[in-house]
């Protein structure tokens, strides 16, 4: 939901540090169409733009009882933690505002900032799926990314409904794949596609 790639499917570039969280693709530019929305929850000013972009930039939260996400969404570690201390890139209030189920193989205990819990579970992608469904407690679960844990989920045919904002204007070249053609997708899956004035194009999917 509200997951963006660039023109040829990257999600996010290469070399991922604390500093960049995409690597060397620029989040400003992926995200710039959800930005300039009335409803950005970041904004700081009255205005804004209404229509199709604000519509999803709003709807973000809309019956979400629970995400999952890929450890390399949480942080750009890798292997084993050496400091339980950082607790994400979000600061004390997490945009997620439900319980959090970050995949990775290395867990860690679970910590609460704000009104967002953080589980780290080991387990396949079913299984992670049953135990997010389970706090949700008969909301929607939101499947957050990154590419690679949005694919993995997809390929075990876990996914109901799928919106991707493309950014046509930008092209990363290597990083995060989630698709070389949305194409891919069509032999289970339902596809219109809504341009936007921002530049992007919105991808809506449902299971067929």
Known sequence: MNFCVSRDGFGAGENQT????????????????????????????????RGIDDYFTRDFANNIGAEIMGRNKFG??????QDLEWQG??????????????MT??????FTLSDTTFHFVDADPATV????REAADG???RLGGGAATVREFLDADLVDTLH????DGVELGAGSRLWKS???????????????????????????
């Open 18 to 49: 604390l500093e960049r969280p995409f690597g060397h693709a620029d989040p400003g530019t992926m995200f710039a169409w959800a930005g300039a929305t009335a409803s950005w929850p970041n904004r700081t000013e009255p205005g804004g733009t």
């Open 76 to 81: 750009p570690q890798r292997g084993p933690w």
């Open 129 to 132: 799926l049953a135990q997010a």
């Open 89 to 102: 890139w979000w600061g004390d209030e997490p945009p997620f505002h439900t319980p959090v189920f970050v």
């Open 182 to 208: 949305p194409d891919e997708l069509l032999d289970r899956f339902h596809l219109e596609i809504v341009p936007s004035p921002s530049g992007v194009t919105h991808h809506l999917f449902w299971r067929k």
């Open 139 to 141: 909301k929607d679960v």
């Open 164 to 167: 991707v904002a493309v950014a």
């Open 105 to 110: 193989h290395h867990v860690r205990p679970s």
